[in-house]
């Protein structure tokens, strides 16, 4: 197989460019201004006086380039520092200048107004968390009553009619007559007393009303409500602490840590 120099393509480069790489015919940076130039005119001394009075485009280019970005962003810096420190300033004037502030005619400074609501807020949660619920509640209403109630005791009946008792002993001593144990028929008349034993178990079943009034007395710390104050008092606390150290409970106790 035969190498053909019409069919190699780096024969064909190497002829035309003279054995020398290509990048070797670029301009250097010292030289590019030089070779605008002088290919400037080369085109301008080929080209038809006729054309010569009407320049190209490209003949009035020289190059330079208008970085429009850093500007930009410099002066956007300068703008946001400065605006920043004017704020900086200005809240530390009005923070500096008002000290007090005048509520309904009294002075407090912003300090006591904040002591003066987070004292308030933790020990009214701690007064919520030791009150009681005291009410009296009316009650009407009927109590169903079943039950066997047992009698063993003496007492007295009244005979309501003649009473007859038969084979009776009886036992009589008059001064002519003596009759021991004899057996007779008595008749009890109406209205006799008689004194006996009752020795019974009767069954009761029955409804009873009630009305009275119940004595209510709860205490809040012995219910469901006794978590959510105090939960509601630890929020309070460690903000109530920062402005006052040395706050006391109900109890005159320190509970700032």
């Not at 019409?6 to 070797?24: E, F, Q, V, Y």
Request: with cysteine.
């Amino acid at each position: 197989m035969t190498n053909d120099p019409k069919n190699d393509p780096a024969a064909r480069m190497r002829k035309l460019t003279g054995n020398l790489s290509p990048l070797a015919r670029l301009p250097k940076k010292g030289d590019a201004a030089s070779s605008f130039d002088d290919d400037n005119g080369r085109a301008e001394s080929s080209t038809p006086a006729a054309d010569q009075s009407s320049p190209g485009p490209a003949s009035g280019f020289k190059g330079r380039k208008f970085n429009f970005g850093p500007p930009l962003w410099t002066i956007a810096s300068v703008i946001s520092l400065t605006v920043n420190v004017i704020l900086a300033v200005l809240l530390y004037s009005a923070w500096a200048n008002i000290p007090t502030i005048d509520v309904s005619g009294v002075k407090a400074s912003v300090t006591d107004m904040g002591a003066g609501l987070l004292g308030g807020l933790y020990t009214n949660f701690e007064k919520m968390d030791r009150a009681h619920i005291i009410k009296t509640i009316p009650v009407q209403t009927t109590i169903p009553v079943k039950f066997d109630l047992p009698i063993n005791q003496q007492t007295n009946v009244i005979l309501s009619q003649d009473v007859t008792i038969d084979n009776a002993l009886v036992t009589v001593r008059t001064g002519g007559l003596n009759i021991t144990r004899a057996l007779t028929t008595i008749v009890l008349p109406q209205g006799t007393n008689l004194p006996i034993v009752l020795n019974l178990t009767v069954p009761v079943e029955t409804t009873v009303p009630v009305s009275l009034n119940v004595e209510v007395d709860i205490p809040l710390s012995e219910t469901q409500l006794h978590e959510p104050f105090v939960g509601l008092r630890q929020v309070v606390e460690p903000f109530y602490c920062m402005i006052n150290p040395f706050a006391q409970n109900l109890d005159g106790q320190l509970f700032c840590k």
